[in-house]
């Protein structure tokens, strides 16, 4: 029973397509994150959603659109890839405000050729 | 500048070595600190929180914040193969739920 699931793990695929990762948690958090994580592993964070709601929304091009369906789900949807997209997405939950810290999923690996 | 620097490393250290990592940050308003771990081609997963300054310990790890050099660092005593993987640190402000990370640390604990 995995607490933060995404789907798929590995994506490769061609500039220009559209691809969506999956988020599921089953912790019961109110707050859900996507977070990019480059080549020399850094990671910083994407997006951030709060009971369905968009509160944090960085400098990501237009082409990123997250949706949360509930507050279980949270997905990322990315039009007409590009090289720099490669890299390892990973969603991420936790309690909002003084609650929880971040709980992680196992990333989703992406691979634009 | 990013609000938060790491040593990238790698550091490699015999198997029972005393392990220190640290990170430096710029940001006064950080209030929660974190050290995450993560394993090759896994998520990383929290392993000690702190609020403000001071020291927590759990088992064979300690971290340590200093707010008045914005400093903070993790040790971990008798240090394990299995200890081997890559040391993220990253803190955030009151209020806020996002986090900001160090770059990380790679870390080999040679048997």
């Known amino acids: 029973d995995t607490a933060v699931s995404q789907t798929p793990k590995y994506l490769v695929t061609q500039m220009g397509n559209d691809k969506s990762i999956k988020c599921e948690q089953n912790l019961g958090h109110d707050t859900m994150y996507w977070y990019k994580q480059d080549s020399k592993k850094f990671l910083k964070i994407m997006f951030s959603?709060?009971?369905?709601?968009?509160?944090i929304n960085e400098t990501v091009p237009n082409r990123f659109s997250p949706k949360s369906p509930d507050k279980a789900h949270l997905n990322l949807h990315i039009n007409s890839l590009e090289l720099g997209d490669s890299a390892v997405y990973f969603c991420?939950?936790?309690?909002?405000?003084?609650?929880?810290?971040?709980?992680f999923g196992q990333g989703t690996r992406l691979t634009v050729v | 500048q990013k609000e938060v620097e790491q040593d990238p490393g790698p550091l490699s250290v015999p198997e029972g070595a005393i392990v220190s990592l640290n990170c430096t940050y710029s940001?006064?308003?950080?209030?929660?600190f974190m050290w995450y771990r993560q394993y090759s081609r896994k998520g990383p997963e929290l392993l000690m929180y702190?609020?403000?300054?001071g020291n927590k310990e759990d088992g064979r790890f300690t971290a340590q914040v200093d707010k008045s050099s914005k400093y903070i660092s993790l040790f971990i005593r008798d240090s394990q193969p299995s200890d081997s993987a890559t040391y993220l640190c990253a803190m955030r402000v009151t209020g806020a739920n996002n986090l900001f990370f160090g770059t990380g640390t790679r870390l080999t604990v040679i048997p």
């Open positions: 940001n006064s308003a950080f209030q929660y």
């Open positions: 991420a939950s936790s309690q909002g405000g003084s609650g929880t810290e971040a709980f």
């Open positions: 959603y709060n009971n369905k709601e968009l509160i």
């Open positions: 702190t609020y403000s300054s």
